[in-house]
């Protein structure tokens, strides 16, 4: 009787919780929001939209920019990249390190992107150069996380 | 409960006699795992696993000046190393700290005629400790800290300015900074070279117990947590590493950790701002403590007087403060208008004065014009883009802006001037630098705010940098440490830019004996 409820309980919240198809269409929010949709209820179709789609509606800035609302993981996806690109082995993820993600983005072109923010550029620091590790602060599969914080009052937004 | 607190007090007492059973009787049980926590801290002692997870002739926990300047010697003299850091990133404070190396009787001074020498440094040290140093440990330091900052350039190709920088307490300009006066210039090189030698640092391993053998009394090795993320507890997953030769704590001091640090020193509150980076944590210290080790001045706890409070941490204030108002300018307390203090007296004095003041309802400044000399010059832009000093044209202005009697104000400034001409401070005896000139016109201001800075206890150390056990004063074999880890270098006052060469100097010396220890078997 108790593992009957208790298996009803686990069932309930996994319906809740996301699951990770590496096989879904990226524009299939469905497939893997089994339940609930993380979208807002009057949001168009996503079948078949690409990120740059997206930031049509939501451009950077812009109060309904997705910076920080859509993780990386979904940006990548949509924006063409698939799991088995940055993991070995999608069913059994092990983190990625720097090196996968230099493998698409040039580090001397994203520290000269954020040049002119202030109060200073996070992509170069007098503590690590311009070797910190991505995941410090951008996160994948869960909200990024602006690591200059926990020694400086630097107010930075990122994705 | 009462059992147990018997059982804690006989195998302090008699080590050897009592922690034997325990692992005699729990040899056969494989794994850390199967012996609960409680059975486990009856002793200092440990159950040792029957197969360890990872093996190395030196084990060393914290990879900052120390456990970076350790590593490198022990890998040198041909030991397997393994460097554990439970943070995300590498370097500890030493990659956040503000790039100062005091170094006795350096090239530099002696190019600008200053003299100086270690014997000088060892005495400023003790007389600033107020004699808690202990003296062989402090002589090794002074001795060893211009080579050892020769050692960073010779072995790491590390780069430093031409200007010596002063710190309180010091009697002469002893200091060498680095270009962008950041230890991550030292720190960084460091890094490289050992990753060229095939040794990258192990981050977020968090070390949850060290594990000292019952029978021989030796430290053996550690139980991890791999893939640790700060600071929760009970991420990652379990390990074991066995140190054939050595473990050497180079983990830093607990600046950062309030409960600890408030019990060590009431005044130290949770309202209290901390220029360490948030890993600066008691639970290794605690852990060292556990397994036998002896403590030593854990109340010592530096307060640094020259922080602001316009920005958070560390920041870039204590430059501004240091090497341009307490070098080339003044302090002043904003009721009176007047200066309070040498500003080159040692940290503590300082730190206490505001501190003092501040409980009274009373703030203090510091002041300093263009003339300020070395890097702090190149810093002074984002200085002012971050609001942690300003410009004022006026010596009006500055008396509004701070609410300061203007005439009180204007006398200080006239009397500072007077001393520089005439060569001798008559109010406080500062040491005036060679290159200060009057100050004018115009100026910036900082706000001052004491943060906690360094803590100068820790676990007590030899010269040979073996930690020494608390129920017979003889050192625990296979069991090192160094830098702010240790305690008894520098007694009630640590002097400003000493830390790097302590750090440094002790790793050095860690990792050589380490790699010379016998391997047990």
């Known amino acids: 009787m108790f593992a009957c409820f208790f298996l009803l309980l686990t069932a309930g919240l996994f319906a809740q919780e996301p699951i990770r198809l590496p096989a879904a269409k990226p524009s299939d929010c469905a497939a893997c929001h089994v339940g609930k949709s993380p979208l807002p209820k009057d949001h168009v179709a996503t079948s078949d939209l690409t990120m740059k789609d997206c930031v049509g509606c939501h451009a950077k800035g812009s109060p309904t920019a997705l910076a920080g609302k859509l993780p990386l993981s979904h940006v990548h996806q949509l924006s063409g990249a698939t799991c088995a690109q940055c993991h070995e082995d999608p069913k059994n993820p092990e983190p990625v390190a720097k090196a996968k993600c230099m493998g698409c983005h040039d580090m001397e072109k994203v520290a000269a992107t954020t040049a002119g923010v202030k109060p200073t550029n996070p992509h170069t620091s007098p503590h690590y150069g311009k070797k910190s590790d991505c995941n410090l602060c951008h996160h994948q599969h869960e909200r990024s996380e602006n690591y200059c914080s926990q020694c400086h009052k630097f107010d930075f937004r990122l994705p | ?521």
């Not at chain 2, 060290?210 to 009970?234: A, H, S």
């Not at chain 2, 004018?440 to 020494?468: D, E």
Request: glycine share 12%; hydrophobic share 40%; aromatic share 8%.
């Open chain 2, 1 to 521: 409960m009462s059992d147990n607190k018997d059982v804690i007090g006989t195998s302090r007492r008699g080590f050897l006699a009592t922690t034997g059973k325990v692992v005699a009787a729990s040899v056969t049980v494989a794994g850390l795992m199967g012996m609960g926590e409680a059975e486990e801290a009856k002793s200092c002692a440990s159950t040792l696993p029957s197969k360890w997870d990872e093996s190395y002739d030196v084990v060393i926990i914290g990879s900052g000046f120390a456990g970076l300047a350790a590593a490198y010697e022990a890998k040198k003299a041909g030991s397997s190393v393994v460097i554990l850091e439970k943070m995300r990133t590498a370097g500890g404070n030493s990659i956040i700290n503000g790039g100062g190396f005091a170094a006795a009787g350096n090239p530099l001074q002696s190019a600008q005629g200053l003299k100086d020498s270690p014997e000088l440094l060892a005495t400023d040290m003790i007389r600033e400790g107020l004699g808690l140093n202990h003296p062989e440990l402090a002589k090794m330091v002074a001795e060893q800290s211009w080579p050892v900052v020769k050692w960073t350039i010779d072995e790491f190709g590390a780069k430093y300015q031409d200007h010596l920088m002063q710190e309180g307490g010091h009697s002469v300009p002893r200091t060498y900074m680095t270009p962008t006066e950041s230890g991550s210039e030292v720190v960084n090189p460091m890094l490289e070279k050992l990753s060229r030698m095939g040794l990258d640092v192990r981050t977020q391993v968090y070390v949850e117990r060290i594990l000292r053998d019952g029978v021989d009394g030796r430290v053996k090795g550690l139980q991890v947590r791999t893939g640790y993320v700060f600071p929760k507890t009970g991420s990652g997953k379990v390990k074991t590493i066995q140190a054939k030769k050595a473990v050497i704590l180079a983990h830093g001091g607990f600046g950062q950790d309030v409960p600890f640090r408030t019990m060590q020193d009431p005044k130290l509150t949770a309202t209290m701002d901390c220029t360490n980076h948030p890993g600066a944590t008691a639970e290794l210290l605690r852990e060292a403590l556990r397994v036998g080790a002896t403590p030593i001045q854990l109340s010592w706890i530096q307060v640094g007087p020259w922080g602001s409070p316009d920005e958070k941490g560390f920041g870039l204030g204590p430059h501004f403060a240091q090497e341009g108002a307490a070098m080339f300018g003044i302090w002043i307390n904003t009721t009176t208008g007047k200066r309070f203090i040498s500003e080159l007296a040692n940290r503590k004095l300082r730190a206490d004065a505001i501190m003092n003041f501040m409980n009274h309802g009373q703030k203090c400044i510091a002041i300093a014009d263009d003339n300020m000399q070395g890097g702090v010059k190149h810093l002074i832009p984002k200085l002012l883009e971050r609001g942690v000093i300003k410009q004022y044209q006026t010596w009006e202005e500055v008396a509004a802006a701070y609410d300061v009697p203007l005439d009180a104000l204007k006398k200080t400034v006239a009397d500072y001037n007077r001393y520089l001409a005439q060569g001798k401070d008559e109010e406080f005896g500062r040491y005036l630098n060679k290159e200060a000139k009057p100050l004018q016109l115009p100026v910036y201001v900082q706000r001052l705010l004491p943060k906690v800075h360094y803590t100068m206890g820790g676990v007590n150390i030899n010269v040979k940098a073996q930690v020494t056990d608390v129920s017979t004063d003889q050192p625990i074999p296979g069991f090192y440490a160094a830098g702010e880890s240790v305690g008894g270098v520098h007694g009630a006052v640590r002097l400003g830019t000493v830390s790097g060469p302590t750090c440094l100097v002790f790793g050095r010396i860690a990792g050589q004996n380490a790699a010379a220890e016998k391997p047990w078997t």
